[in-house]
């Protein structure tokens, strides 16, 4: 069974920094592209970024340059790494797999809230 | 970037309405476009890829169709269970998601 858990959220100040992590588990993450997207309180969805089954990153505009996506296929995990935080980053972030080499997702985590606040 | 329109953000029905839910692009994307369904506190739920190809145990009354910058989502008989919101989501460069709908009852 295809699974993926986020976790690593929480408080944190404007301008600091946060991991989150995605732990999978029913498929080989090499063999698979992994995407983010958030959501913020009562807002819709806004993708974050994706790590391509080439191994290549690709990030939204409003995340470029301070978020960083990769890989540990050893254990499993994709990570989020998030730098200079800001109050509009507070969201509900999920991680999800891509479905036959494509970046649309049919298995996704639970999310895991981030809360960027002083 | 493309951009996602999607329409309307909030839709009224009633069991067993037939509803529509539209997506434009601001640029062709052939038929690399998705829809989901999601539900407070949840996961959004994949529903159709490529346009109008029905995920593997997603309900027959769901429908998807179009091609190139206009699409759309329908639900035949609208049943209890699908009271929600739907997003759609392009992925033929990079990804974007549409604003959502939210479908409400009446």
């Known amino acids: 069974e295809v699974q993926l858990v986020e976790s690593g959220g929480g408080l944190v100040q404007p301008g600091r920094s946060l991991r989150l992590s995605c732990t999978t588990s029913g498929f080989t993450l090499g063999d698979y592209g992994m995407s983010w997207s958030r959501q913020a309180p009562g807002k819709g969805l806004e993708w974050v970024g994706s790590f391509t089954i080439r191994g290549t990153t690709e990030y939204a505009a409003s995340v470029k340059g301070r978020f960083t996506i990769s890989t540990d296929d050893s254990k499993s995990i994709a990570y989020l790494q998030m730098n200079s935080l800001k109050t509009e980053d507070t969201a509900v972030y999920y991680c999800?797999?891509?479905?036959?080499?494509?970046?649309?997702?049919?298995?996704w985590g639970q999310g895991t809230l981030v809360t960027v606040s002083s | 970037d493309i951009q996602m329109a999607q329409s309307p953000s909030t839709l009224s029905a009633s069991v067993g309405d037939r509803v529509t839910i539209t997506c434009r692009a601001s640029?062709?994307?052939?038929?690399?476009l998705a829809w989901y369904q999601q539900k407070p506190g949840r996961a959004p739920k994949l529903l159709i890829y490529?346009?109008?190809s029905l995920e593997s145990g997603v309900p027959s009354r769901f429908s998807g169709s179009g091609s190139g910058t206009e699409f759309t989502l329908t639900i035949s008989s609208l049943q209890p269970d699908d009271f929600a919101t739907y997003y759609c989501q392009q992925y033929h460069i990079y990804s974007t998601f549409g604003q959502g709908t939210k479908l409400e009852i009446k």
């Open positions: 490529k346009a109008s």
């Open positions: 999800y797999r891509w479905e036959s080499g494509s970046s649309y997702g049919n298995h």
């Open positions: 640029q062709s994307i052939s038929s690399w």
